[in-house]
């Protein structure tokens, strides 16, 4: 069995994750990472490049992959899960894990980041609000553990979960 961690960016998916993985003796993969050493490019040169879609086969593929593995901790990008494909396929091989934070939290956090292409826009807490609206059915649709990570350490939440965990 895997845990997957998911949530809007900023929400704490690979600090978090990193640390339960160590704590469960799993391997942790962050899927963003992982797509941009299969590509050789970056989030944004990828979206920029290729575009969203291409972004998301490649994430979709990836999802795929991990599904039939064992023993990852997952970190999943802010709309994997916003894929049913993706939630499909994690949740058959995966305890999912939701993590929440308030928009000025995800705010301050994502605020000093320039490689969010997401929120390279005119309004970012609009964005961020539109994005979490949106997004916030699925999550909660499929969530198995939710934690709210608005002024905790990322060690305090990954202890959280395993807590958490069935």
Same mark, same amino acid.
């Given at each position: 069995m895997n845990v997957a961690v998911y949530g809007f960016m900023g929400v704490g998916k690979t600090t978090s994750g990193a640390l339960l993985a160590e704590a469960l003796g799993y391997e942790f993969i962050d899927m963003d990472d992982e797509i941009e050493r299969r590509t050789g490019k970056t989030i944004p040169e990828i979206f920029m490049d290729? +575009?969203?879609?291409?972004?998301?086969?490649?994430?979709?593929?990836?999802v795929r992959e991990l599904? +039939? %593995?064992?023993? !990852? $901790? #997952?970190?999943?990008?802010?709309?994997?899960?916003a894929d049913l494909v993706n939630t499909e396929a994690l949740r058959v091989s995966s305890t999912l894990v939701y993590l929440t934070a308030s928009v000025? =939290? #995800?705010?301050?956090?994502?605020? %000093? =980041?320039?490689?969010?292409? @997401? @929120? %390279?826009?005119?309004?970012?807490? %609009?964005?961020? =609000?539109e994005l979490i609206a949106k997004r916030?059915? $699925? !999550?909660?649709? !499929?969530?198995? $553990?939710? #934690?709210?990570t608005t002024d905790k350490t990322s060690k305090e939440v990954a202890d959280e979960i395993r807590g958490l965990l069935p």
């Open positions: 290729d +575009g969203e879609a291409r972004f998301r086969e490649l994430e979709r593929d990836l599904s +039939g %593995k064992d023993g !990852y $901790v #997952i970190g999943c990008g802010g709309g994997a899960l000025d =939290e #995800i705010l301050e956090r994502t605020g %000093k =980041e320039s490689h969010r292409p @997401l @929120l %390279k826009v005119d309004d970012p807490r %609009k964005t961020v =609000e916030r059915p $699925v !999550y909660e649709r !499929y969530a198995e $553990v939710t #934690i709210d």
